[in-house]
């Protein structure tokens, strides 16, 4: 069965297996762990921050930045489909008391013009503006690249307006690559970014959230309240230094293998890309009538070997990474090219 539902799904390579069983090891809450203590130092070098902290997931990441920058109260402006909103379990108002204003963009992109309308007025009756937050590359918008040039210009009007700005990162390695857009570039913009390292890096688990000292000092204590305080993780974190190493400039080769699978998509009638472009490793595709659901699609895909994800009644998402050869993609997009003209 070839899996292309997801990136998280990659198992750790031998040479990954290896560096975690390797790891030198201690007690993190205690501050102790030689190899987590490493990562960080490692992940705010890269990206030009003052610190950085390792956590379980992109999910508590991306809270915990929620909370150190806003109070109750509070509101976050993020585009409608970003993941903070879509796929974190209400989070914000959860956990931190946060209101999340979801404004539509294009394929996750957000301007000035469409957030200005929408910054509350320093006002007792209204919620406090007060974080940006953006992603990149988008899941939801078909895993575009944030144009850099809005992002320096969200950033601008952010902070002349006085609110924090925040990067949902979990695939910001793609987006570098993608782009060639260095790593501190993107980070320069925001006040603080998540990174995981479970997607195209190919770790088991673990993220990453950098910024200013301060800032990760009181990140560190949320970290402990929302129950991601570890112990001996220096084995996870082993696996996230590796795949910083050796699994970065291979994002390329899961690129092109989606582009691939994108070009079988646009030879089906009924199936229609979603943007149309490929620029990195999510296909999204919308199905017609004609072909059924995207449930339909989904169950046909898989009795021919390969597995996507339907995410909607019509839309299904390919994800190529580290545990799909460019055979397996081949073999892919010959059974979508054979979806063409039936219906499930």
């Known amino acids: 069965m070839i899996d292309l539902r997801s990136d998280t799904l990659t198992k750790p390579t031998a040479g990954m297996l290896a560096a975690m069983m390797a790891a030198a090891v201690g007690d993190d809450v205690y501050g102790e762990d030689p ?27 991306n809270q915990i930045a929620v909370r150190i920058h806003c109070r109750p109260q509070d509101e976050v402006l993020l585009e ?44 007792m009756h209204s919620v406090r503006s007060r974080l940006v937050c953006l992603e990149n590359t ?27 700005t925040h990067l949902d990162g979990a695939r910001l390695w793609n987006a570098e690559v993608a782009s060639g857009v260095g790593p501190r570039e ?17 770790a088991p688990a673990g993220s990453a959230l950098a910024g200013p000292k301060d800032l990760i000092a009181h990140a560190r204590r949320v970290r402990k309240l929302f129950g991601g305080a570890m112990r001996q993780v220096g084995f996870l974190a082993a696996a996230c230094l590796y795949g910083m190493d050796r699994h970065v400039a291979r994002l390329a080769d899961d690129h092109a293998n989606a582009k691939l699978l994108g070009d079988a998509v646009r030879d089906v009638p009924g199936l229609t890309l979603t943007p149309g472009e490929v620029e990195t490793n999510l296909v999204w595709a919308e199905v017609a009538p004609a072909l059924g659901t995207a449930r339909d699609v989904a169950n046909r895909l898989k009795a021919a070997g390969v597995q996507a994800s ?35």
Do not use: Q
């Open 186 to 202: 993107w980070a320069r913009h925001f006040d603080t970014l998540m990174v995981s390292f479970s997607k195209g890096l190919g």
């Open 80 to 123: 409608a489909s970003n993941h903070i909103y879509l796929w974190e379990a209400g989070g914000p108002a959860a956990l931190s008391g946060v209101t999340l204003r979801t404004i539509p963009g294009r394929f996750g992109v957000l301007s000035v013009a469409d957030l200005e309308p929408h910054l509350h007025p320093d006002d």
């Open 310 to 344: 339907a995410l909607g009644s019509n839309v299904v998402r390919f994800v190529t990474h580290l545990d799909v050869s460019r055979a397996d993609c081949e073999r892919a997009a010959a059974a979508i090219r054979a979806l063409s003209g039936a219906r499930a």
């Open 35 to 61: 190899t987590v203590n490493e990562l960080e130092a490692r992940v705010a070098d890269r990206f030009g921050k003052e610190a950085a902290l390792f956590c379980p997931t992109g999910t508590m990441a």
């Open 138 to 164: 988008h899941n939801r918008g078909g895993g575009g690249v944030y144009p850099l040039a809005t992002i320096a210009d969200v950033s601008a009007w952010a902070r002349a307006n006085g609110l924090a």
